[in-house]
């Protein structure tokens, strides 16, 4: 009987986390080895930190048998942008089970974001193998972003998942029946407790701060360079806006160091303190170690595990601004963004702030009908099955505040309530109108032709 190997993708510390979690919850079963396969998929992955290098990975090592690099693998490709050709598959499979010594074992994958690569390009190397997916945050509650061959999505066995929005169902690879499994959130924070023990001193105020999570928008080409870093100082100025003194900002890795300075200026003008928690640590570890009295962010996946894991305050800021400027509207950054806006309170509102807490089922009915709306208009052809739902949703809770949701171009390429205002809705159903509109494409197209 062949030996079993069981191969564990990861790109990120959050995600490794999570893998070790759900592997001390015994919900992988056991195999002949397990391997840890990390890849770096940073634009430039040569002057960017890998998982294995960061704080307290070591921790998460004595898990596997062994760590192999994914980067090195298929050097000098970027690991973002390569996948195997149809006809070199047999070749990389053979040279890969060569170099990792897997001789002839059945494969097991474990993997992320299963729809690009590098988790694509693994699961076309070892064709046949079992797939498990895991959760890289709240983009596993919206849609799968490109249609997956289905020699790949029908080999998925389960979603893996924190429970990030309690009575919330991710919809991601819900159109090949995936079941999503819940990761127990103990055995999540008992890992994050391994990693705040293995991170060493971390800077502590006197009092519990403010913690703001810095993202790179930019980079993305969300909003630009000015507008993301009046985003930051919004989070400064909010801070102390109510009531908060001591502050710590978490800056996303690669961001500019002339943001942190920008912030403990406008800090300093407010008569506050600004910390800049500079080391490559898990905002999680940070929740733990500085039990922060309130977390601010932009669409961060930590403000999730904030609220819904560690029960602390949070607000955010900017959501409404991306979500008008976040193009093409396919954009899988527009669930989380959803998910925040809809969720949780805005920093400007002192009172909602102050009073929020994780919402009743009922609220999470509504997320859940909302998302689905989103999910269909963001992925037609994917999920049509939800076409209806989402008809159903935009009849009945379209208005002022819900159309920050979705774009009037979009229902309407997709004929979906809304697409024409209200006060308009009769001109569809306008016998005059349609006759006009008829004679307009006839002479439209007559005009073509010569």
């Known amino acids: ?15 490794a986390a999570t893998l070790a979690g759900a592997l001390d919850a015994g919900l992988f079963e ?60 047999p070749m990389w499979e053979r040279y890969v089970r060569l170099l990792w010594g897997l001789g002839d074992d059945e494969i097991h994958l474990a993997v992320e974001s299963i729809q690009v690569n590098p988790s694509l390009a693994l699961c076309q190397l070892f064709t046949g193998a079992p797939v498990d997916v895991y959760a890289d945050g709240l983009m596993s509650y919206g849609p799968t972003r490109d249609k997956i061959d289905p020699l790949v999505g029908t080999r998925v066995g389960r979603l893996l998942h924190l429970d990030l929005v309690p009575g919330l169902t991710p919809l991601l690879l819900t159109e090949f029946g995936v079941p999503p499994v ?30 703001l999570l810095g993202q790179y928008l930019s980079a993305l080409d969300i909003i630009g360079h000015a507008e993301e870093e009046e985003l930051h100082l919004s989070m400064v100025r909010g801070a102390v806006a109510l009531g908060h003194r001591k502050l710590v900002f978490k800056p996303h890795p690669v961001a500019p160091a002339r943001w942190s ?50 029960g602390l305050p949070v607000a955010r800021v900017g959501t409404q601004t991306v979500l008008a400027r976040l193009t093409p509207y396919q954009n899988s950054n ?20 102050a009073a929020w807490a994780m919402p009743p089922r009922e609220r999470v009915d509504e997320l859940s009908a909302l998302l689905k709306a989103v999910g269909f208009a963001m992925q037609p052809k994917v999920y049509p099955g939800l076409r209806g739902e989402a008809e159903s949703y935009l009849s009945a809770h379209l208005n002022p505040h819900t159309w920050r949701y979705f774009k009037r171009r979009r229902l309407a390429a997709l004929a979906l309530p809304g697409a024409v205002p209200a006060q308009l809705a009769f001109i569809p159903r306008n016998a005059t109108v ?3 509109a008829r004679r307009a494409r006839i002479l439209k197209r007559a005009a073509g032709k010569r």
């Not at 009987?1 to 995600?15: A, D, E, K, Q």
């Not at 391997?35 to 704080?55: H, K, Y």
């Not at 949780?344 to 909602?352: G, I, M, Y």
């Open 334 to 353: 527009r669930v989380p963004l959803t998910i925040v806006d809809a969720l949780l309170p805005d920093l400007a509102d002192e009172s909602a702030v």
């Open 30 to 89: 056991p195999t002949d080895r397990q391997l840890l396969l990390v890849t770096n998929n940073a634009t430039n992955p040569e002057v960017t930190s890998s998982v294995d290098a960061m704080p307290g990975f070591a921790r998460i090592r004595e898990r596997f048998d062994e760590v192999l690099s994914w980067n090195e693998t298929i050097s000098p490709f970027h690991p973002g942008g390569w996948g195997p050709r149809a006809d070199d598959i």
């Open 1 to 15: 009987m062949p030996r079993t190997t069981r191969i564990f993708c990861v790109s990120s510390l959050y995600g």
């Open 434 to 436: 349609r006759r006009l």
């Open 261 to 310: 300075r920008l912030l403990e200026d406008e800090a300093t003008r407010l008569g506050a303190e600004l910390t800049v928690l500079d080391r490559p640590v898990l905002a999680e570890v940070a929740y733990q170690r500085l039990r922060p009295a309130l977390v601010i962010g932009c669409f961060s996946t930590a403000l999730l595990t904030a609220a819904g894991l560690y």
């Open 182 to 211: 819940l990761v127990p959130t103990e055995a999540f924070l008992k890992v994050v407790g391994e990693l705040a023990e293995a991170t060493g001193e971390m800077p502590a105020p006197a009092q519990p701060p403010a913690l």
